[in-house]
Structure formats: C-alpha cells, structure tokens
C-alpha cells in the first residue's frame, strides 16, 4: 500500500496534459487550483495509514491475499459493501469534499462481474485479463477514474446516429495489437488525480453501435489523452495570494474535467469489452447502481460537516437556543440519516454475481441516489437559513488584513462576546464553500447529475416496481377473484 | 430417468417476489421425481434457497453444505441442471 507521500510523489511522476483557465498546466501536483482536489485523494491513503480506520480503510485482496486499500477491492460479501459506506462517510466528514476515488472502485467492481458474464456468453477472456489488471492496481495502489459519461450529443439519437460520430466514444481503427479510440469522457471526477482511466460505454446499445461498445483502462498520461479541467463557482479564490479564510475549506476539494481521447492507442490485454453490445447494458447499470451506493456514504459525511458549521454558525450567533433553529437542525439529521440509511440498505442487501463479488440491491440503490438529489438541497437551504445573509455580504480576508478596517469588521460582525469574530467568518465562508462555493459542485450539482440524473433512477425503480406483485396483493386483500 | 436427490428446501420471506416460488418448487419436483428432505441438516446436504429476488434473504447456515440459491423464474430443466452440477460440488 502507498503512503500519502507515495501517492503524490507517483502524481508528480505522470506526464499529464492539463489545461486550466486556457493554459497547458506545468505541474498538477502544486497548481494552488488542482491542489485541494489532490489532498482530499491522499485523504484515501493517509486514513488508510492510521489504525484506528484500520478496519474500514483496508482489507485483504481476494486476488492475491495482500493487504489493499478498500478503494481498491472487490466486495467479498455484503459486510464489504456496508463497509464501503462508511468509508466514504469518514472520508467525506474529513475532507468535506468530494474525494474522488470511489468511482474507480465502482467502476472495478461492474467490469470485474460483467466481464466474467461476457465471458461465461462468448468464451472471452475479458475476465482475466481484468484480473490481471486489477492485481496490478491493487499492489501499486492505484487511483483509477472510472469514465463513463459521454458527451452524447444529441439525446434522442443512438451513438450511431449522431451528426458526429465521436460524441460517443468509439474504435476508429483496429491493429493485431489493439484498438485506436476517439471521443471524449465529461465530468470525469478526479481524473486529474488519477493513475489510470478505466473507460466504459455509457448507455445500453443496440448491434449498430458496436464500435462505441468499448471498455477499456489505460494510464492517464497515455498519448493523445488531454484534461480540459473545469470551472467551480469561487474557484479563483485559490489564486489569491495568502488566501485562507475566504477559501472556506483551504485543504481539500475536488474536481471535474472534460477529458479527450484524441485516436489513442489501447493495447488489446487493457480491453475488456470490445463489441458485445447485449453486455453494455450490464455494465452501465451496475457501475451505476455501485456509484448510487456510493452517494449514500460520500454526501453524507459532507452533509455532516455542513450541518456541524450550522450548528456552530447558530451558536456563534447566539441563536442556538432558539427552538426553531433546533428544529432545523434536527430536520437535517434526519434527512441526512436518511441517505445513510438507503445507502446502508442497498449494501446489506446486497449480493453475489456470478463471478463471486457482491453487488448492491439495485432498487435501494436508486433509492438511496434518488433522495440524494433531493435531501441535500434541503440541507442546504437550511444551513442557508441557519447562517443569516452575512454568509454572502460579509468582507473578505483581504479586508481583514487591512489595520484600518480589521477594527471596525471585528467590531460590527461579532456575535456573541466570547467568540472571535473571526472564527465566525470562518464558518460562514466554510457553510459558503459547501452551499454555493466550490465544494457546491460536489455537494449541490453532483448530487442531482452524479451517478445519474434523477430520471435515470426513477427509470430503474420503475423497472424494479413489480407492481404486478402488489396489485395481487391488493387484489386479495378486496377480495377481487380475477 | 434423474438421479434420485433429496433436497433441503428453504424459502425466504416473500416481501417482493419476483415469481411464483411454491409453483417453481412444485414442478421441479414433479419433473425431477426428488424428494424434499426434513430434519436437521448435515454435512455433505444438499440445501436448496428459494429466493424471491436477488436480496436472498434465506442463507444457508455455517456448514458443509452444498447450497444452491434461486433468485429468479428459471425454466425448470435449467434449475435441474444447476441443482445437479451443485450436487457434484465437493464440500466447501
């Protein structure tokens, strides 16, 4: 396993093409922009170093009996996926970010159980190959981005039918050794942290888009691979120099990038998936539901963060008695309490593929993801309400630097007398970073688009409703015969 | 002519099932001429988990048991086929 330094000592070694704010990036590991998202990623390995998250952090690789990091195992059982919640709780209550790496570990667990069923069909051997693949991310501890998300164009048509046919990602030309692709991945999270991409078709297909029917991993800095990274609300506060305060959260963060695959070279071991069209299907909706589960331990370790500063918010104005704002701290336990739940539900329903690992309960899953595009909102508006107006008008740092002004700001913006004035900005910029700065991308956005927007999962629990069973149900209860 | 087998058999709760479980059970016996086995498990059994989706909320006990779980509506020759590749299993 890598030690924090390792991992970022191993970033510094990969040859990346970045741009930021229309400028190729020299270095990735230190732009004051892309560092935060970086920490919350060592977040994974420096907690995975200490003994009291011993149990949650690590477990032992079924591929090769070592000791891994969690973010890189296959589930063994349903322990394993309860397990994997809370991991991600802890590390979003530590870092109040999004740390990145869960998508990997999704993305490892679809393709491992898909390609062994494509196997099972078509006498492949895409399943050892993602074996001997994923052995080699376990023992090098690797980051990997799962990729999905196409840029899909327009959204009534199939990747075949599109005016442009690399708005899927797709082989444009096939050699003894491998394949040549093209295309582009969007939102892809952390990818700028990460060793390896580990790409995967985004919808269902049909015989005609076999070309776009493609699965594969490569490493990040692999030729022809370029990040375009994106833009977060405040971002540029983290150019300012000293900047620490108006940060909200100075450590961590996280990221997205539109990432292009300009005819890039994959050799035929990294393929997984290479025109089996009725496997696509599979392959999105596991990664799918594993990545809903996902929410349910990730935003809710945020979510207890935010609710944290409401709290500190409330007393530093000498608000926190008051019983309506009691109330609102309650309502948002509750509603976080109730991510967790689902996210804990689909985990300990979970249950074997045919490969052998586990996979979630796909309906409490979307369950679980579905009322995270909702519960965080309300979470949200709550702190919102909780921290008053100064949150969006209060000066900023530079302000209190200032030896004239530092007097009057310290003066007129203290709440109750024993608490520094400061340290009440400080949590307002910190409920400001989470509701609507940088970290709102992970918290607010990504809620309702990540893993799926709500229609997504509104589509799989309709598919799963079996309301037949529960219309006989009805049925014998009224005492209708037929 | 089937190999003669005794099967343990176990239903889940029935929250959600996806198929008529006691039909399924009813027509692989039928079919297969097997016998349902009572009594307390042993070692080297054959323990057949009906399940009505794939939460398969009946797991076999700790044990040496030779355990086959159904999540789904199968054709009844194809469950057959699984039950026996199941048998021949060595004990875990």
């Known amino acids: 396993m890598k030690t924090s330094k390792q991992y970022i000592d191993s970033l510094k070694e990969l040859d ?4 930021l704010l229309g400028e190729k990036v020299e270095d990735t590991v230190e732009h004051p922009m892309i560092r935060p998202s970086m920490n ?55 870092t109040a970010s999004c740390f990145q790496r869960c998508v990997g570990l999704d993305a490892g667990n679809a393709v491992y159980s898909t390609t062994y069923e494509i196997d099972q069909a078509f006498s492949t051997d895409y399943h050892k190959r993602f074996r001997e693949y994923w052995t080699m991310v376990q023992r090098e501890d690797l980051t990997v ?6 840029p899909k164009g327009d959204r009534g048509l199939s990747p075949a039918q599109q005016a442009d046919p690399d708005l899927f990602l797709r082989v444009v030309e096939r050699r003894p050794d ?17 060793h390896e991409v580990l790409v995967m078709p985004t919808i269902a297909m049909r015989p005609e888009d076999k070309d776009y029917a ?16 994106g833009r977060q609300s405040c971002d540029t506060r983290k150019l300012e120099e000293g900047a620490d305060i108006d940060l909200g959260n100075k450590k961590y963060g996280g990221h997205e990038a539109l990432v292009i695959f300009e005819d890039v070279f994959v050799p035929n071991e990294r393929i997984f998936l290479d025109g089996e069209t ?8 596991r990664f799918a539901s594993y990545h809903r589960q996902s929410y349910g331990g990730c935003k809710v370790g945020v979510g207890d963060v935010l609710i944290g500063a409401a709290a500190l918010a409330a007393d530093y104005n000498g608000a926190a008695k008051a019983s309506h704002v009691k109330d609102k701290l309650i309502e948002m336990t509750h509603l976080n309490e109730t991510l967790y739940s689902s996210g804990i539900a689909c985990s300990s329903e979970g249950h074997a593929t045919a490969s052998g690992n586990y996979y979630v309960d796909a309906m409490l899953a979307n369950v679980c993801k579905q009322n995270v595009t909702r519960f965080p909102y309300e979470i949200t508006r709550l702190a919102e309400d909780i921290a008053g107006g100064l949150m969006v008008t209060m000066p900023g740092e530079q302000d209190l630097k200032n030896d004239y002004l530092r007097p009057y700001i310290e003066k007129y913006l203290k709440g109750v007398a024993e608490v520094p004035t400061v340290d009440r900005l400080r949590v307002l910029r910190l409920i400001e970073n ?18 799926g927007s709500p229609q997504a999962q509104r589509i799989m629990i309709a598919r799963q409703a079996n309301l037949n069973h529960k219309k006989q149900l009805a049925k014998d209860i009224a005492g209708i015969k037929e | ?27 692989l016996l039928s079919v297969s001429g097997w016998a349902k086995k009572g009594g307390s498990l042993a070692p080297g059994d054959i323990w057949l988990g009906v399940c009505g989706c794939t939460r398969e909320c009946v797991r076999p006990p700790g044990g040496h048991l030779r355990h086959i779980a159904i999540h789904q509506s199968i054709p009844v020759l194809t469950l057959i086929e699984q039950i026996k590749k199941g048998a021949e299993k060595s004990w875990e």
Do not use: W
């Open chain 1, 434 to 451: 989470i509701t609507l700065g940088t970290a709102a991308v992970g918290y607010r956005t990504e809620s309702m688009h990540g893993a």
């Open chain 1, 278 to 285: 009725d496997f696509v299907g599979m392959l999105v909706e």
């Open chain 1, 16 to 19: 990346l093409t970045v741009y």
């Open chain 1, 40 to 94: 919350s990623v060592a977040a994974t390995y420096e907690y995975a170093a200490m003994p009291e998250y011993e149990d949650l952090m690590t477990t032992t690789s079924h591929l090769t009996g070592e000791k891994i990091n969690r973010f890189t195992h296959i589930h063994q059982s349903a322990e394993d996926l309860v397990k994997k919640v809370k991991m991600q709780r802890l590390l979003g209550q530590k």
């Open chain 1, 214 to 229: 493609i699965s594969f991993a490569i490493p990040t800095d692999t030729a022809g691979i370029f990040m375009i990274y």
């Open chain 1, 178 to 194: 491998g394949v040549v692709v093209r295309g582009a991945k969007a939102h892809q999270t952390g990818i700028v942290n990460s």
């Open chain 2, 1 to 27: 002519m089937q190999e003669q087998l005794e099967l343990h058999i176990r239903y889940c709760g029935g929250c959600n099932p996806t198929y008529d479980r006691v039909a399924l059970v009813s027509e």
């Open chain 1, 145 to 150: 981005d799962g990729a999905m998300t196409d």
